[in-house]
Structures are given as C-alpha cells and as structure tokens.
C-alpha cells in the first residue's frame, strides 16, 4: 500500500498536529482524504486538521512520535513523498534516503471523545477574521505578565481586545492589546488558556476566528495549501 503526498504539505501538517499531541490516529481514505483530530491533555484544546494525499488507501495509522516522524520526512529532498505501509510501520526508499518508522498496533490509541460530526455540528454567532501577528503579538506579551496563564478576549468600542492577566489574583500585572478592529457583535469575557494561543500553526496571514458566545467555545480556523486546520479552545471557568 502506497501513500502519495507533497512533501512541504505533509511536514506543515504534522507540524501542526504534534504541537497539540505527539501521539494521534491518523485516518485515511481511499480517495486520499485524510484528517486527524487530536487533543491536549486537559481536553481545553482540540485540533480538527485535514489534508489530501495524491493517492491513498483505506488505513488507519496509530502515530507513536510525531516529533520523530517530522525529522524523518525532513531527510527527504524530493518534493513528492511515496510512504510504503505496512502492517506496523511506514517505510520510505531513495537512492538518497531510507527510513522505516514503526507505528502503534491497531486500536492502541484511544479516540478522543469528540469527532469530526461534533466538529461539524458546532454552531457559532461572532466571525471575526484576524491577521497572524496580531494573534502572535498576544504571545509576545505574555513574558510581561509571567505568572498569569489566562486570556481574555473581549469586546470594547468596536474591537475585540485580549488581556493577558489573572482577575481572581490580587495585584497580578497585565496587559491588553487590540486583536482585530471594526467588530460589530458583542463578545462578553471569555477566559482561555493563554498556552493554547501558542498552539496554533499560524502558517498563513489570514484567520478566521469563530464565536459561540453562549457555549464560550472559540473555533481558529487555518488554511495552507492542502492543509485545513480547526482549533477548537474551551474556555475556562470563571
């Protein structure tokens, strides 16, 4: 069995996916359709990421080490990545490079309780499209206030405002800087863990950021090539 991928596609991917989790099930279809969902470890943080062989197969793929598998495919010069499946490891051949990474033994990892029909079905009320640097300029920040973990994001005169702060500890320093500008809905506080805005793989200037309000759920979704990312952030209780 054959997996057929552009090489700079798969290595954006994987980069991204192993930021949240270095372990995860990687699905693919026999159209080449493949997707991902996974998770951080206090469950405030889900990656729905999608991507698109140039041909595949119906497989499941229980990834042990992303991190590995990233410095594997980087040994690969060529543009176009043929990955050989077996029934436990991924194997690559060149005249240049060869390599065999060994996966997890089928159903050794356990889904994440969410799934890409609950992805799908999350409905929001506030879109409000944000430029790379102004997201990362919120991590920028963070060194001034190093003994807050929380972000909150928040309407005021027309923008949408993140303050990295701690509310509920007495003479906690903070900052707050201009997100985006010109946002006609209302967003009430919603609190997030500010390392989860340091997960995202801000790979392209343009994304969209999605609110529901109600539920405090924020959807940041990506676009890069191939490559499809939804990062869905939980807030956090007051």
Same mark, same amino acid.
């Given at each position: 069995m054959i997996l057929q991928i552009q090489r700079d596609d798969l290595l954006g991917f994987l980069e +991204?996916?192993?930021?949240?989790?270095?372990?995860?099930?990687?699905?693919? &279809?026999?159209?080449?359709?493949?997707?991902?969902? +996974?998770?951080?470890?206090?469950?405030?943080?889900? #990656?729905?990421?999608?991507?698109?062989?140039?041909?595949?197969?119906?497989? &499941? @793929?229980?990834? %042990?080490?992303?991190?590995? @598998?990233?410095?594997?495919?980087k040994f690969i010069k060529d543009d176009d990545v043929d990955l050989t499946v077996t029934s436990n490891a991924l194997k690559y051949k060149s005249p240049e490079t060869r390599f065999t990474?060994? #996966?997890y033994?089928?159903?050794? #990892?356990?889904? %994440?309780?969410?799934? %890409?029909?609950?992805?799908?079905?999350?409905?929001?009320?506030?879109e409000v499209e944000l430029k790379r640097d102004d997201i990362r300029k919120l991590?920028?920040?963070?060194?001034?206030?190093?003994?807050?973990?929380? @972000?909150? @994001?928040?309407t005021e005169d027309d923008r949408l405002m993140g303050e990295i702060t701690d509310r509920e500890r007495a003479n906690t320093d903070s900052v707050c800087v201009t997100v985006a500008e010109n946002v006609i809905d209302t967003v009430p506080p919603i609190i997030l863990k500010l390392d989860n805005i340091q997960l995202l793989h801000l790979c392209n200037d343009d994304v969209l950021l999605r609110i529901n309000t109600k539920l405090g759920l924020l959807a940041f979704e990506i676009e890069s090539g191939l490559n499809k990312f939804m990062y869905i952030l939980t807030s956090l209780k007051k």
């Open positions: +991204a996916v192993q930021k949240v989790s270095d372990t995860f099930i990687f699905d693919v &279809t026999d159209s080449g359709a493949a997707s991902v969902i +996974a998770v951080t470890g206090d469950e405030t943080c889900f #990656l729905y990421g999608k991507t698109t062989f140039d041909s595949g197969e119906n497989v &499941t @793929l229980n990834i %042990p080490d992303a991190k590995k @598998l990233v410095r594997a495919i990474y060994h #996966l033994d089928e159903n050794f #990892l356990k889904r %994440p309780k969410i799934n %890409p029909d609950k992805v799908k079905a999350f409905k929001f009320d506030v991590a920028k920040n963070a060194s001034f206030v190093d003994q807050a973990n929380k @972000l909150y @994001l928040f």
